[in-house]
């Protein structure tokens, strides 16, 4: 029952998402929709490394940078369509997760983190140097036609709606699954679950693997939202403190609370950007962070709970 609930939920979701576009004329909510969107996906695929498993991943904007740069390859070299550049982008950075993971994952802590930030600066600086995407000048991206969309932002929010869900999706399963209890052993304490039977390499680089897919995915049709691609937009230090700073706020136990970050967060950061300035997002982001730590290291599904068991108790 609890999964035919979640499963008609996110398909309602998605029947929202697309009666909306029927109705909403205004393009800047599209726009800042597709934003928050995309966090809910970069903060679902980092949490399943960093919170169910608790190896923190500095790199997320390497992985979706290079999601972005695939797809800029595919549409210069051949058109590809978006189902193509989705497909390829999520298997590329799949492959990444993959390597990253079997390279580094015996490494632990802070040290980690460090190889995840230096596969970012090595990845930006190849990107910056190649040519045939533009290098530090960057190129520019012409955006197809349509059907049934009356523009192309309405199609990238609708695509970035049922991507979101699709990996809400797949963290939810994740959780109520085998996988979940396993990726949970590793991060209360590796050693034991090791010395239990638990398969923790092979968990640890299925979950770099997975959350590499994710954010590959993510990172597919950028290119056609900022029809300008150019490293400092696509390796840009938001998504790698977006993504660890929304699953903190929400709770990184569980599925929702990246949600719950990143529409809270996502959504403040764009009201911050039309109503003061979009240089504020870094330290918006900061004060709230530092706030949660303080008051509800947990997140606010943990508040939530801790609030419930003493209603209870009383």
Known sequence: MRGAGFWAGAAGIVVAGLLVTRVVQNQYYYFAAYVILQYIILATAWNILGGYT????FGTAAFFALGAYSSLVLIKAVSAPLPVLLLCAGVIGGLLGLGLGYLTLRLRGVYFSIATLALAVVLQTMFVNWEYVGGARGLSVV?????????YVEFLF?????????AVAVAWWIEHSWVGRGLAAIRDNEEAAECMGVPTLRLKVLATTVSGVLMGIAGAPFPYYVTFLEPGSAFDLNYAVNSLAMPMIGGTTTWIGPVIGAILLGTAQQVATVTISSALNLLLVGVILVAFVILAPEGLV?????????????
Not at 54 to 57: D, R, S
Not at 143 to 151: A, E, G, H, Y
Not at 302 to 314: H, I, S
């Open 158 to 166: 609708a695509v970035m709606l049922v991507l979101a869900v699709g």
């Open 143 to 151: 955006r197809p036609r349509v059907p049934l969309f009356t523009n």
């Open 54 to 57: 608790g190896y923190v991943n």
């Open 302 to 314: 943990g508040l939530a709970r801790r609030l419930l068991v003493r209603g209870r108790a009383r």
